[in-house]
Protein backbone atom coordinates (compact mmCIF):
# COMPACT_ATOMS: atom_id res chain seq x y z
CA UNK A 1 0.00 0.00 0.00
CA UNK A 2 2.75 2.30 1.14
CA UNK A 3 4.44 1.65 -2.30
CA UNK A 4 1.34 2.40 -4.26
CA UNK A 5 0.66 5.87 -2.28
CA UNK A 6 4.63 6.52 -2.91
CA UNK A 7 4.32 6.15 -6.36
CA UNK A 8 1.11 8.49 -6.62
CA UNK A 9 3.05 11.58 -4.77
CA UNK A 10 6.31 11.53 -7.26
CA UNK A 11 5.93 14.83 -9.48
CA UNK A 12 4.88 14.76 -12.60
CA UNK A 13 7.00 13.92 -15.37
CA UNK A 14 6.11 13.36 -18.88
CA UNK A 15 9.40 10.53 -19.56
CA UNK A 16 8.16 8.62 -16.77
CA UNK A 17 4.11 8.84 -16.23
CA UNK A 18 2.47 7.09 -13.93
CA UNK A 19 -0.81 4.87 -15.65
CA UNK A 20 -2.99 2.93 -13.74
CA UNK A 21 -4.73 0.39 -15.98
CA UNK A 22 -7.88 -1.60 -14.71
CA UNK A 23 -10.98 -3.54 -16.30
CA UNK A 24 -14.70 -4.16 -15.86
CA UNK A 25 -17.48 -5.97 -17.80
CA UNK A 26 -20.56 -5.11 -19.09
CA UNK A 27 -23.20 -7.28 -19.73
CA UNK A 28 -24.58 -6.76 -22.91
CA UNK A 29 -28.42 -7.00 -22.89
CA UNK A 30 -31.64 -6.23 -25.69
CA UNK A 31 -34.99 -5.62 -25.42
CA UNK A 32 -37.43 -7.89 -26.07
CA UNK A 33 -40.01 -5.56 -26.82
CA UNK A 34 -40.07 -2.23 -28.65
CA UNK A 35 -39.69 0.56 -25.79
CA UNK A 36 -42.19 3.46 -25.94
CA UNK A 37 -40.93 7.06 -26.97
CA UNK A 38 -40.89 10.11 -24.69
CA UNK A 39 -44.06 12.38 -25.85
CA UNK A 40 -44.96 15.39 -24.05
CA UNK A 41 -46.31 14.90 -20.63
CA UNK A 42 -44.74 11.33 -20.81
CA UNK A 43 -41.55 9.74 -20.26
CA UNK A 44 -39.98 7.13 -22.02
CA UNK A 45 -40.94 3.42 -21.46
CA UNK A 46 -38.88 0.20 -21.34
CA UNK A 47 -40.24 -3.59 -20.54
CA UNK A 48 -38.21 -4.88 -17.38
CA UNK A 49 -37.89 -8.19 -19.95
CA UNK A 50 -35.19 -8.50 -21.59
CA UNK A 51 -32.53 -10.99 -23.55
CA UNK A 52 -28.32 -11.69 -22.43
CA UNK A 53 -25.96 -10.92 -25.57
CA UNK A 54 -23.45 -12.02 -23.75
CA UNK A 55 -20.34 -9.99 -22.06
CA UNK A 56 -17.82 -7.29 -22.56
CA UNK A 57 -14.42 -6.72 -21.34
CA UNK A 58 -13.48 -2.90 -21.20
CA UNK A 59 -9.58 -2.29 -20.59
CA UNK A 60 -8.88 1.51 -18.76
CA UNK A 61 -5.49 3.22 -18.62
CA UNK A 62 -5.71 6.57 -16.85
CA UNK A 63 -3.16 9.12 -16.31
CA UNK A 64 -4.41 10.56 -13.18
CA UNK A 65 -2.38 13.62 -12.87
CA UNK A 66 -2.97 14.51 -16.46
CA UNK A 67 -6.55 13.61 -16.65
CA UNK A 68 -6.84 11.47 -19.70
CA UNK A 69 -7.28 7.77 -20.25
CA UNK A 70 -7.31 5.08 -23.02
CA UNK A 71 -9.87 2.57 -23.37
CA UNK A 72 -10.33 -0.77 -25.41
CA UNK A 73 -13.34 -3.16 -26.05
CA UNK A 74 -12.64 -6.20 -26.40
CA UNK A 75 -14.83 -9.83 -26.46
CA UNK A 76 -12.29 -11.35 -23.63
CA UNK A 77 -10.21 -10.64 -20.93
CA UNK A 78 -7.19 -13.05 -21.59
CA UNK A 79 -3.76 -12.53 -21.33
CA UNK A 80 -3.54 -12.12 -25.14
CA UNK A 81 -5.56 -9.07 -24.57
CA UNK A 82 -4.43 -7.28 -21.74
CA UNK A 83 -0.74 -7.80 -23.26
CA UNK A 84 -1.92 -6.00 -26.60
CA UNK A 85 -3.56 -3.23 -24.47
CA UNK A 86 -0.51 -2.65 -22.92
CA UNK A 87 1.53 -2.76 -26.26
CA UNK A 88 -0.93 -0.07 -27.08
CA UNK A 89 0.03 2.05 -23.98
CA UNK A 90 3.85 1.29 -24.54
CA UNK A 91 3.79 2.61 -28.14
CA UNK A 92 0.96 4.51 -29.37
CA UNK A 93 -0.13 6.32 -26.16
CA UNK A 94 3.64 6.74 -24.78
CA UNK A 95 5.60 5.95 -27.49
CA UNK A 96 8.37 8.52 -26.48
CA UNK A 97 8.18 7.73 -22.51
CA UNK A 98 11.65 6.28 -21.17
CA UNK A 99 9.58 3.79 -18.75
CA UNK A 100 5.68 3.69 -17.86
CA UNK A 101 5.22 3.33 -13.96
CA UNK A 102 2.45 1.36 -14.33
CA UNK A 103 -0.29 0.65 -11.04
CA UNK A 104 -2.46 -2.70 -11.29
CA UNK A 105 -4.34 -5.41 -8.93
CA UNK A 106 -2.74 -8.56 -8.71
CA UNK A 107 -5.58 -9.96 -11.39
CA UNK A 108 -3.62 -13.34 -12.65
CA UNK A 109 -3.43 -11.95 -15.80
CA UNK A 110 -1.16 -8.89 -15.40
CA UNK A 111 1.99 -10.15 -15.27
CA UNK A 112 4.89 -9.57 -17.88
CA UNK A 113 4.18 -13.63 -18.38
CA UNK A 114 1.15 -12.50 -20.26
CA UNK A 115 3.50 -10.36 -22.82
CA UNK A 116 5.22 -13.60 -23.46
CA UNK A 117 2.16 -15.51 -24.24
CA UNK A 118 0.86 -13.03 -26.70
CA UNK A 119 4.13 -11.71 -28.21
CA UNK A 120 7.35 -12.91 -29.69
CA UNK A 121 10.10 -13.20 -26.97
CA UNK A 122 12.36 -10.76 -28.35
CA UNK A 123 9.29 -8.62 -28.66
CA UNK A 124 8.00 -9.10 -25.29
CA UNK A 125 11.12 -8.19 -23.87
CA UNK A 126 11.19 -5.02 -25.10
CA UNK A 127 7.90 -4.39 -23.71
CA UNK A 128 8.40 -5.82 -20.01
CA UNK A 129 11.82 -3.34 -20.25
CA UNK A 130 9.75 -0.33 -20.58
CA UNK A 131 7.54 -0.87 -17.40
CA UNK A 132 7.71 -0.51 -13.61
CA UNK A 133 4.99 -2.19 -12.42
CA UNK A 134 3.72 -1.30 -8.72
CA UNK A 135 0.86 -3.68 -7.65
CA UNK A 136 -1.97 -2.69 -5.28
CA UNK A 137 -1.96 -5.18 -2.25
CA UNK A 138 -4.43 -7.75 -1.54
CA UNK A 139 -7.93 -6.44 -0.93
CA UNK A 140 -6.40 -2.94 -1.56
CA UNK A 141 -8.00 -2.42 -5.24
CA UNK A 142 -9.49 0.55 -4.07
CA UNK A 143 -6.06 2.20 -3.93
CA UNK A 144 -6.27 1.83 -8.24
CA UNK A 145 -7.65 5.19 -9.52
CA UNK A 146 -8.63 3.78 -12.81
CA UNK A 147 -11.04 2.24 -10.57
CA UNK A 148 -12.76 5.65 -10.09
CA UNK A 149 -12.53 6.37 -13.74
CA UNK A 150 -14.43 3.01 -14.20
CA UNK A 151 -16.94 4.20 -11.72
CA UNK A 152 -17.32 7.31 -13.82
CA UNK A 153 -17.58 4.93 -17.01
CA UNK A 154 -20.48 3.35 -15.60
CA UNK A 155 -22.59 6.03 -14.53
CA UNK A 156 -22.04 8.14 -17.52
CA UNK A 157 -22.33 5.85 -20.20
CA UNK A 158 -22.81 2.11 -19.55
CA UNK A 159 -25.73 2.38 -17.18
CA UNK A 160 -28.13 1.74 -19.70
CA UNK A 161 -28.85 -1.50 -22.03
CA UNK A 162 -26.28 -1.94 -24.81
CA UNK A 163 -26.80 -4.80 -26.90
CA UNK A 164 -23.88 -6.10 -28.91
CA UNK A 165 -20.14 -5.53 -28.56
CA UNK A 166 -19.87 -3.09 -31.66
CA UNK A 167 -22.18 -0.81 -29.73
CA UNK A 168 -20.48 -0.92 -26.52
CA UNK A 169 -16.93 0.05 -28.44
CA UNK A 170 -18.55 2.90 -30.37
CA UNK A 171 -20.28 4.46 -26.71
CA UNK A 172 -16.91 3.99 -24.88
CA UNK A 173 -15.12 5.80 -27.55
CA UNK A 174 -17.01 8.44 -27.43
CA UNK A 175 -17.12 9.06 -23.95
CA UNK A 176 -13.24 8.22 -23.61
CA UNK A 177 -13.13 11.23 -26.16
CA UNK A 178 -15.18 13.66 -24.21
CA UNK A 179 -13.58 12.76 -21.46
CA UNK A 180 -9.98 13.44 -22.40
CA UNK A 181 -11.45 16.91 -23.47
CA UNK A 182 -12.02 17.72 -20.25
CA UNK A 183 -8.43 16.61 -18.95
CA UNK A 184 -9.82 16.41 -15.21
CA UNK A 185 -6.49 15.35 -13.08
CA UNK A 186 -7.76 12.97 -10.21
CA UNK A 187 -6.82 14.64 -7.21
CA UNK A 188 -5.60 12.17 -4.84
CA UNK A 189 -5.22 13.11 -1.00
CA UNK A 190 -4.52 9.59 0.52
CA UNK A 191 -1.37 9.60 1.90
CA UNK A 192 1.21 7.50 3.98
CA UNK A 193 0.90 9.20 7.00
CA UNK A 194 -3.14 8.82 6.50
CA UNK A 195 -3.08 5.22 6.33
CA UNK A 196 -0.85 4.14 9.28
CA UNK A 197 -3.27 6.41 10.94
CA UNK A 198 -6.76 5.41 9.39
CA UNK A 199 -4.91 1.70 8.54
CA UNK A 200 -3.09 1.17 11.68
CA UNK A 201 -5.00 -1.96 12.73
CA UNK A 202 -3.80 -3.26 9.06
CA UNK A 203 -0.11 -2.93 10.26
CA UNK A 204 1.97 -5.84 11.32
CA UNK A 205 1.64 -5.49 15.65
CA UNK A 206 4.93 -5.20 17.21
CA UNK A 207 5.65 -6.24 20.82
CA UNK A 208 5.55 -3.39 23.45
Request: hydrophobic share 40%; aromatic share 8%; with cysteine.
Amino acid sequence: MEDVLDVYHRPYDPEHPVVCVDETSKQLVAHTRVALPMQPGRIACEDDEYRRCGVANIFIAVEPIVGTCTTSVTEQRACVDFARFVKNICDVIYPNAKSIVVVLDNLSTHSIASLYGAFEPAEAHRLARKLEIHFTPKHGSWLNMAEIELSILGRQCLDRRISDIGECSAEVRAWTDARNAERAPIRWRFTTPDARIKLARLYPSRPA
